[in-house]
């Protein structure tokens, strides 16, 4: 696959997160798809993302980076959102936070085989009142 084509199948990917469009989901994530070196498969990738728009209603994926190094692509995610309770362990509850994620995907035969991300806590933690942060 040529690094456009990579880059427009990812781009439709984070279309189909930020739609919660979950019956096309495996159009481009692999049944047995591993995240962060575990294979949690595509039904256990799927109820990840069901839990982080449960806890954000209002999650939304913005592409800020896109690097494609066919099978790859390396992409910084930003987030600007409120979540309803605890997020990464912090109290957030309701509270607009702004964080990123650098994450890094590894394609096979159109789809998603490997997530490796890496997601800035430490910016959410930043943004909340020092008691909150002091109580975790």
């Given at each position: 696959?040529s690094?456009?084509?990579?880059?427009?199948?990812?781009?439709?990917?984070?279309?189909?997160?930020?739609?919660?469009?979950?019956?096309?989901?495996?159009?481009?994530?692999?049944?047995?798809?591993?995240?962060?070196?575990?294979?949690?498969?595509?039904?256990?990738?799927?109820?990840?993302?069901?839990?982080?728009?449960?806890?954000?209603?209002?999650?939304?994926?913005?592409?800020?980076?896109?690097?494609?190094?066919?099978?790859?692509?390396?992409?910084?995610?930003?987030?600007?959102?409120?979540?309803?309770?605890?997020?990464?362990?912090?109290?957030?509850?309701?509270?607009?936070?702004?964080?990123?994620?650098?994450?890094?995907?590894e394609?096979?035969?159109?789809?998603?085989?490997?997530?490796?991300?890496?997601?800035?806590?430490?910016?959410?933690a930043?943004?909340?009142?020092?008691?909150?942060?002091?109580?975790?």
């Open positions: 696959m690094k456009q084509a990579l880059c427009e199948r990812y781009l439709g990917y984070i279309d189909c997160l930020n739609r919660q469009d979950w019956s096309h989901l495996g159009e481009f994530v692999a049944p047995d798809v591993h995240y962060n070196g575990q294979r949690i498969d595509l039904a256990g990738y799927q109820a990840m993302l069901e839990n982080d728009f449960r806890a954000i209603p209002d999650l939304r994926f913005v592409v800020d980076r896109l690097i494609a190094d066919p099978p790859h692509i390396a992409a910084r995610l930003c987030f600007d959102c409120t979540p309803i309770g605890d997020l990464f362990g912090l109290p957030v509850n309701g509270q607009r936070v702004r964080f990123t994620e650098n994450v890094f995907y394609f096979q035969e159109d789809r998603i085989v490997n997530v490796h991300s890496v997601i800035d806590k430490a910016a959410v930043l943004q909340l009142p020092v008691a909150s942060r002091n109580d975790r």
